[in-house]
């Protein structure tokens, strides 16, 4: 099935650490949501981006909505050990209902 | 105020049977999705429902069907199982289906 490439694919940081992370998309999109998905759990919404150029904070996330609208950013500031599991994008196209995923980051943070 | 709900958590089945899971939506939301996400991918759309009226279907075979009740409720059914069905599906609630969507714990189906 169709998927978004997520950049990058796993990453390993110590306890602290600044971390980002991109999605891009070979189309354009409306809206940009951020999840993240622990183990055997279903996805937890961070952050939902609707207009070109947007920053959006959650905490210590903050996510961008991307200015050609084919890509989004997420970073996650002063990294802890339970922001451990795997953080996927999802973009929805103008005219149409249906979320498309990214293939997913897969962080661990070491402490 | 309660989440997204889903039943059941885990399932078996063996080849060729027939599976129906059910999701409860946010109170308040109209809209659901259905999602499989097998492991090591992120979820693939498969259905979405608006009061009661398919919005929107992925490329999923038509063993593959769903229906949205007057209460927002949604029943996915799959019918000849397949070892390849085997997955987390997961069930997304929003206010109108464009807006940002909120999934549930998912269920577990495993064929055998």
């Known amino acids: 099935g169709q998927q978004l490439n997520q950049s990058p694919q796993s990453m390993f940081i110590q306890e602290g650490e600044d971390v980002s992370m991109n999605c891009t998309s070979s189309?354009?999109?409306?809206?940009w949501l951020w999840y993240k998905q622990d183990p055997g759990e279903g996805p937890v919404l961070l952050i939902a981006?609707?207009?070109?150029?947007e920053l959006t904070s959650n905490g210590r996330l903050t996510a961008q909505f991307g200015i050609t609208r084919k890509d989004s950013f997420l970073n996650i500031s002063a990294s802890i050990p339970s922001d451990v599991g795997i953080y996927f994008c999802a973009g929805r196209a103008s005219g149409t209902y249906k979320y498309i995923f990214g293939t997913g980051t897969r962080l661990k943070v070491l402490a | 105020d309660a989440g997204v709900t889903q039943s059941p958590t885990h399932l078996i089945k063996t080849r060729g049977q027939h599976v129906t899971l059910r999701c409860s939506p946010i109170?308040?939301?109209?809209?659901v999705s259905w999602y499989q996400q097998v492991l090591g991918q992120g979820p693939q759309f498969i259905f979405q429902?608006?009061?009661?009226?398919?919005?929107g279907r992925g490329n999923f075979p038509d063993r593959f069907s769903a229906r949205q009740f007057p209460n927002y409720s949604s029943e996915l059914n799959v019918n000849a199982l397949l070892l390849g069905d085997s997955a987390l599906y997961l069930c997304?609630?929003?206010?109108?289906?464009?807006?940002?969507?909120?999934f549930g714990p998912g269920t577990r189906l495993t064929v055998t």
């Open positions: 997304a609630s929003s206010l109108t289906g464009e807006s940002e969507q909120y």
């Open positions: 429902y608006y009061e009661k009226e398919e919005r």
């Open positions: 981006l609707y207009k070109a150029g």
């Open positions: 189309s354009i999109f409306n809206t």
């Open positions: 109170s308040g939301h109209k809209s």
